[in-house]
Nanobody
Framework: QVQLVESGGGLVQAGSSLSLSCAASGLTFSRYFMAWFRQVPGKEREFVAAIGLSASSQYYTNSVKGRFTISRDNAKNTVYLQMNSLKPEDTAVYSC??????????????????WGQGTQVTVSS
């Protein structure tokens, strides 16, 4: 049974940092393309960042470039999202996702095979 479990969310002030983790089990983690998405109530889920199998390839949505960093530790079956200079508009539930095939349209929800339950990030102004 595949499980993706996020942690690290919380309530912080604007300008602060948070580090999210997503621990994977039940799959061969090193063979999965991983990503972070976020969702605000009433809005569609939004792509945030993605990382290739060896971590040499990273992709970001424009609004987080230069502030967020995605990384992975294949030995620990974990993907991370370091979030710096947080803004109130970053407030959302952040979820990690896993794609077995590393498809090129990595920003689309539909390509991902597995999802975590999410962790809430709230940034106050």
């Amino acid at each position: 049974q595949v499980q993706l479990v996020e942690s690290g969310g919380g309530l912080v002030q604007a300008g602060s940092s948070l580090s999210l983790s997503c621990a994977a089990s039940g799959l061969t983690f090193s063979r999965y393309f991983m990503a972070w998405f976020r969702q605000v109530p009433g809005k569609e889920r939004e792509f945030v960042a993605a990382i290739g199998l060896s971590a040499s390839s990273q992709y970001y949505t424009n609004s987080v470039k230069g502030r967020f960093t995605i990384s992975r530790d294949n030995a620990k079956n974990t993907v991370y999202l370091q979030m710096n200079s947080l803004k109130p508009e970053d407030t959302a539930v952040y979820s990690c996702a896993a794609d077995r095939y590393g498809r090129p349209n990595y920003a689309r929800e539909s390509v991902y095979d597995y999802w975590g339950q999410g962790t809430q990030v709230t940034v106050s102004s």
